[in-house]
């Protein structure tokens, strides 16, 4: 190198190209070494994502810089060019000038980064059933730079669909409409798949995209702290194989632990001395067989309903206990409903898998329905009030051989109040000579049976309860920022002990809640629509997160937490909304929290498709910042060193933006892709 260019490097800032902003700290001390100039080696990194069906290569971000010391031996470059090794001959910056002296001087030093590159996000999602699932296939497609660990206690992914094994365990809605949008199982055996196979089909989706490598099985999280100096959580974790409890820290976390997960047993007196089988339905014991033996089902919700029409025909005896009647739908949106299975034919099936068209045709037919559920939600409306009597007239020939229950289980509120349930072979079953529909209330568990409030006791073998879960939503760990306890301010226990102990789920959105900052929720409080699908709520709202965790990333924001007013702006617009519904009609239902007149906190304030538009565009107005860096300018990291890493990327495509002649462009998307940037 000759003399005069070791002169000019000697006290010229050098900007460096840095990852982190950490990393540019600790590395600025070398950056002003005379003689010396940080040579970046940058591997071009590629994410494969999947658009519209079709697996793209997306170049979003280039690798870890590796900083090595090196003499300078080649020609300047323009002043300010990042460096990079990605040519074999090194290149470096200097600034000849300092800028006209008049010139306003900035209070802020420049974070030297490309704005493409974003922050290294670590997110940990808590819960492997269908929604940690999608979280493991969409995340990291939309998200660069994330670090993503699954915690899941269970041995394997499938949530509800792993766990309950109970006779009879099957989906009510379609197996084509309960599945992702992008993975279509064209092979579904049954129109209405058992939980076997549903499991199987959201396992071979993590095996298929790898998710598997994210995932931390036997782990449950047992409390999330919230760690104000570093902006991260406490994830404490235990691990259910070795009982060690050890604490990791996340960026960010997002719960996916699922609606009814957290099941749990009633507490009568009495409970723990009944010497019988005794299981909750969640919790099936699948060594032992109730044929020919006497049992009692209690609950009437979808589980009930299912294990009585699934245990009548083999036990002795059943006793069926009920506090509050139900409706029985005959379908959710039309189709047809039997107590037993309905294989599709291998016609059928080779028909799906040879006629794409063929096949999206059937699917959108039958998912179509799903969307359009949406006006029986209102009370008075005319598809209610035909609802209201199409299934009396159902249950009335239905229960034909048991008139006298009529009165019983034909309820007052109107159909939707509580989450319909088809309940094919319910009614037929305990219209038959071995059930008895019992409404008088439980008063207490014997060591053999159970005793009504009439002082009657009935004996049984086993007693299964199907008395559903933790439906107040309160989350099942302490969940501690700030010096609150989340448990506590959802716990309707606790209503109104102060302005913060709300009493049920407060959220914004059902994503957030104020307080809590990175904290997300996934198929949480108002996760879905009333009418549409889990599966795709559940990507819908993966895909809201993931424009925030971006956000966060890419901006270089260390923490995110909703508003006070927009969370409360939510909640008055939810109550204006739910008291035009039918779920505000006098019923106990998880919507409610199993609370009749508490606020309905179970299901989004409006359609599928409203929840949909809303989720498309997050509202950044409503949420509070806090940024990284010293200065707490919200552009000093975000806007970086006015780069981005494809302009230093000699290799890089810089017009993505071009297309072919004569090939279609969809107007209304053009420059919208994220990832599709010079
Ligand atoms: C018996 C039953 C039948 C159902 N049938 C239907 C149906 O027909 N149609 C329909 O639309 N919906 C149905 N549902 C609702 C169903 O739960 C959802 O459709 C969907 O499966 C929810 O998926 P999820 O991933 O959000 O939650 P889940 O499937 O509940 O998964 C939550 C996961 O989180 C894990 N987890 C929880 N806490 C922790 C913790 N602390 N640490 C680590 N891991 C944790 C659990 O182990 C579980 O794997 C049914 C529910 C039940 C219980
Ligand atoms: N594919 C399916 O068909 C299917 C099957 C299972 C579950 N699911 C889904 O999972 C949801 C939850 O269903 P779930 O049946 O598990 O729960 P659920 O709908 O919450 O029903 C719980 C039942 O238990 C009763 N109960 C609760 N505590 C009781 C107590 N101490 N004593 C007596 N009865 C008690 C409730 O009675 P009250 O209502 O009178 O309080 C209710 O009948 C469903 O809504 C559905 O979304 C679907």
Same mark, same amino acid.
């Given at each position: 190198?000759?003399?005069?260019?070791?002169?000019?490097?000697?006290?010229?800032?050098?900007?460096?190209?840095?990852?982190?902003?950490?990393?540019?700290?600790?590395?600025?001390?070398?950056?002003?070494?005379?003689?010396?100039?940080?040579?970046?080696?940058?591997?071009?990194?590629?994410?494969?994502?999947?658009?519209?069906?079709?697996?793209?290569?997306?170049?979003?971000?280039?690798?870890?810089?590796?900083?090595?010391?090196?003499?300078?031996?080649?020609?300047?470059?323009?002043?300010?060019?990042?460096?990079?090794?990605?040519?074999?001959?090194?290149?470096?910056?200097?600034?000849?000038?300092?800028?006209?002296?008049?010139?306003?001087?900035?209070?802020?030093?420049?974070?030297?980064?490309? =704005?493409?590159?974003?922050?290294?996000?670590?997110?940990?999602?808590?819960?492997?059933?269908?929604?940690?699932?999608?979280?493991?296939?969409?995340?990291?497609?939309?998200?660069?730079? =994330?670090?993503?660990?699954?915690?899941?206690?269970?041995?394997?992914?499938?949530?509800?669909?792993?766990?309950?094994?109970?006779?009879?365990?099957?989906?009510?809605?379609?197996?084509?409409?309960?599945?992702?949008?992008?993975?279509?199982?064209?092979?579904?055996?049954?129109?209405?798949?058992?939980?076997?196979?549903?499991?199987?089909?959201?396992?071979?989706?993590?095996?298929?995209?790898?998710?598997?490598?994210? @995932?931390?099985?036997?782990?449950?999280?047992?409390?999330?702290?919230?760690?104000?100096?570093?902006?991260?959580?406490?994830?404490?974790?235990?691990?259910?194989?070795?009982?060690?409890?050890?604490?990791?820290? @996340?960026?960010?976390?997002?719960?996916?632990?699922?609606?009814?997960?957290?099941?749990?047993?009633?507490?009568?007196?009495? %409970?723990?001395?009944?010497?019988?089988?005794?299981?909750?339905?969640?919790?099936?014991?699948?060594?032992?067989?109730?044929?020919?033996?006497?049992?009692?089902?209690?609950?009437?919700?979808?589980?009930?309903?299912?294990?009585?029409?699934?245990?009548?025909?083999?036990?002795?005896?059943?006793?069926h206990y009920v506090r509050n009647p139900t409706w029985i739908a005959a379908s959710w949106a039309g189709d047809v409903r039997q107590a037993g299975p309905q294989p599709y034919s291998d016609e059928q099936i080779a028909l799906f898998k040879s006629d794409p068209d063929a096949y999206l045709k059937f699917r959108k037919e039958m998912e179509d329905k799903y969307w359009r559920r949406f006006n029986a939600f209102f009370r008075g409306s005319k598809d209610s009030t035909e609802l209201r009597?199409?299934?009396?007239?159902?249950?009335?020939?239905?229960?034909?051989?048991?008139?006298?229950?009529?009165?019983?289980?034909?309820?007052?509120?109107?159909?939707?109040?509580?989450?319909?349930?088809?309940?094919?072979?319910?009614?037929?079953?305990?219209?038959?000579?071995?059930?008895?529909? %019992?409404?008088?209330? %439980?008063?207490?568990?014997?060591?053999?049976?159970?005793?009504?409030?009439?002082?009657?006791?009935?004996?049984?073998?086993? %007693?299964?309860?199907?008395?559903?879960?933790?439906?107040?939503?309160?989350?099942?760990?302490?969940?501690?920022?700030?010096?609150?306890?989340?448990?506590?301010?959802?716990?309707?226990?606790?209503?109104?002990?102060?302005?913060?102990?709300?009493?049920?789920?407060?959220?914004?959105?059902?994503?957030?809640?104020?307080?809590?900052?990175?904290?997300?929720?996934?198929?949480?409080?108002?996760?879905?629509?009333?009418?549409?699908?889990?599966?795709?709520?559940?990507?819908?709202?993966?895909?809201?997160?993931?424009?925030?965790?971006?956000?966060?990333?890419?901006?270089?924001?260390?923490?995110?937490?909703?508003?006070?007013?927009?969370?409360?702006?939510?909640?008055?617009?939810?109550?204006?909304?739910?008291?035009?519904?039918?779920?505000?009609?006098?019923?106990?239902?998880?919507?409610?929290?199993?609370?009749?007149?508490?606020?309905?906190?179970?299901?989004?304030?409006?359609?599928?498709?409203?929840?949909?538009?809303?989720?498309?565009?997050?509202?950044?107005?409503?949420?509070?910042?806090?940024?990284?860096?010293?200065?707490?300018?919200?552009?000093?990291?975000?806007?970086?060193?006015?780069?981005?890493?494809?302009?230093?990327?000699?290799?890089?495509?810089?017009?993505?933006?071009?297309?072919?002649p004569g090939e279609k462009v969809e107007l209304r998307d053009v420059h919208e892709s994220w990832w599709n940037l010079p």
């Amino acid at each position: 190198m000759e003399a005069g260019h070791k002169q000019i490097l000697r006290g010229v800032v050098v900007v460096s190209v840095s990852l982190c902003f950490v990393r540019f700290f600790a590395e600025k001390e070398k950056l002003q070494h005379p003689g010396y100039l940080l040579k970046f080696t940058m591997a071009r990194t590629t994410t494969e994502a999947n658009v519209n069906g079709e697996v793209v290569t997306v170049v979003d971000k280039l690798g870890e810089l590796s900083v090595s010391e090196e003499e300078v031996t080649s020609e300047p470059s323009a002043p300010g060019t990042p460096e990079t090794s990605v040519s074999s001959q090194p290149q470096y910056s200097f600034v000849p000038f300092e800028p006209h002296p008049g010139y306003p001087k900035s209070r802020i030093s420049l974070v030297n980064r490309f =704005i493409d590159q974003p922050r290294e996000l670590r997110v940990a999602v808590i819960g492997g059933g269908l929604s940690g699932v999608l979280a493991g296939v969409l995340l990291p497609a939309k998200v660069p730079n =994330i670090k993503l660990t699954i915690y899941e206690k269970n041995y394997d992914f499938g949530g509800t669909w792993l766990e309950n094994v109970y006779p009879g365990v099957r989906c009510d809605i379609p197996s084509h409409v309960y599945q992702s949008t992008f993975e279509p199982k064209l092979d579904w055996s049954d129109q209405f798949a058992g939980g076997a196979e549903i499991r199987d089909y959201w396992q071979s989706v993590a095996k298929k995209h790898n998710v598997y490598r994210y @995932a931390r099985f036997h782990t449950k999280v047992e409390g999330l702290n919230w760690n104000d100096t570093e902006s991260v959580w406490e994830v404490t974790i235990k691990n259910l194989q070795t009982g060690k409890t050890i604490t990791e820290k @996340a960026d960010s976390v997002i719960t996916a632990i699922g609606r009814f997960n957290a099941w749990k047993l009633p507490s009568y007196p009495g %409970i723990a001395e009944y010497k019988g089988v005794l299981r909750h339905a969640s919790h099936w014991d699948p060594s032992f067989d109730p044929s020919g033996k006497a049992v009692a089902v209690i609950g009437n919700g979808a589980s009930g309903i299912q294990l009585v029409a699934n245990l009548q025909p083999s036990v002795a005896r059943l006793d069926h206990y009920v506090r509050n009647p139900t409706w029985i739908a005959a379908s959710w949106a039309g189709d047809v409903r039997q107590a037993g299975p309905q294989p599709y034919s291998d016609e059928q099936i080779a028909l799906f898998k040879s006629d794409p068209d063929a096949y999206l045709k059937f699917r959108k037919e039958m998912e179509d329905k799903y969307w359009r559920r949406f006006n029986a939600f209102f009370r008075g409306s005319k598809d209610s009030t035909e609802l209201r009597e199409r299934f009396t007239q159902i249950m009335h020939e239905r229960l034909a051989k048991k008139q006298e229950l009529i009165e019983h289980i034909v309820p007052d509120f109107s159909p939707n109040c509580r989450r319909l349930t088809p309940g094919p072979g319910y009614l037929e079953a305990i219209s038959e000579p071995n059930v008895e529909y %019992i409404r008088t209330r %439980i008063r207490r568990f014997t060591e053999t049976g159970i005793e009504t409030e009439d002082g009657k006791e009935r004996k049984v073998d086993a %007693i299964f309860c199907a008395t559903g879960a933790n439906v107040s939503q309160v989350i099942p760990f302490p969940v501690i920022a700030k010096g609150k306890n989340l448990q506590d301010a959802w716990n309707p226990e606790l209503k109104g002990k102060s302005d913060e102990h709300h009493g049920f789920p407060y959220t914004y959105l059902g994503v957030a809640t104020p307080g809590f900052p990175n904290l997300f929720f996934l198929q949480g409080p108002h996760g879905t629509g009333p009418s549409g699908t889990v599966p795709h709520s559940a990507e819908t709202q993966l895909t809201l997160l993931a424009k925030i965790l971006r956000k966060l990333g890419r901006e270089g924001i260390k923490s995110i937490v909703p508003s006070r007013k927009a969370a409360d702006d939510f909640v008055e617009y939810s109550d204006a909304f739910f008291s035009s519904t039918v779920l505000t009609d006098n019923c106990s239902s998880w919507y409610n929290g199993g609370r009749p007149g508490a606020r309905i906190h179970g299901i989004w304030p409006g359609s599928a498709g409203h929840l949909t538009v809303v989720r498309q565009h997050p509202r950044w107005e409503d949420w509070e910042y806090e940024y990284l860096g010293e200065t707490g300018n919200r552009f000093q990291w975000y806007l970086g060193n006015g780069w981005t890493s494809r302009e230093a990327d000699p290799q890089s495509d810089m017009t993505p933006y071009l297309r072919r002649p004569g090939e279609k462009v969809e107007l209304r998307d053009v420059h919208e892709s994220w990832w599709n940037l010079p």
